[in-house]
């Protein structure tokens, strides 16, 4: 059952199952602002449909995303959109999914970048396709990305390796390095993806509903990751401020 009620996204239940797929291919499915808005949307209202164990981030066979819309974020770094708007869109695109209670599992082929790369990292479960590939190449053009999430992963010397040095396609890290670092859960051939994630959110949902709801909630409070990532955000916005002079 399809739910294509948005633009740029669609929604295929499968079950016990919700796959959100991004539609925005000629944009290289980057997540302008109104895509956020329908992603935050859905998660809302997939949240209280009881049926729905899990959620499904997809982007196609051929790609994840580039990120957020590129377009959009020089515009704010060059101080020509209107800033605390963009802030507090970010960060209630990003608390949305730290707070979702059901298991969100991201399946990549292609490339997940920037803002996607933080999206997939954000995400509970990753499964990805050999030979895909991750980086932040926002901040060679003045965008900051997310720490926190990636520290909780691989600890603070890496996380600082792939925030800072995953800029460029030569810096860009693999899936199967990504693997190698347990960023991804799962690494499978090409065609695969869709069908892994699928399975693994599957498998998982056989457990008592409460358990993994338990588990997906000791794993923010062990980590204490909304009240750090708030803080992390918070930082990060007074010095954007600062620096655009706002």
Known sequence: MEDNNYQFISIEKKGKIAI???????????????????????????????RIKAVIFYGGEELFSAGFDRDEVQAIVQGKGDYQHFIESNHLFHQTIFEFPKLLIAAVNGYALAGAFDLAVICHLRVASKGSLFGHPEIRFGACPLFFPYMTLVGRGKALELTLN????????????????????????????????????????????????????????FFDQVKVFDNEIESITKSMSSLLGI
């Open 166 to 221: 995953t800029g460029t396609r030569e810096t860009f890290i693999s899936a199967e390095e990504a693997h190698r670092l347990n960023i991804i859960n799962r690494l499978v051939e090409k065609g695969e993806v869709l069908n892994e994630a699928i399975n693994l959110a599957k498998q998982i949902s056989q457990s008592p509903e409460y358990v993994v709801k338990q588990l997906l909630q000791v794993n923010n409070i």
């Open 20 to 50: 959100i797929k991004f539609t925005r291919p000629e944009k290289k499915n980057a997540l302008s602002e109104a895509m956020r808005a329908e992603i935050i949307d859905a998660l809302n209202t997939l949240k209280e449909e009881k």
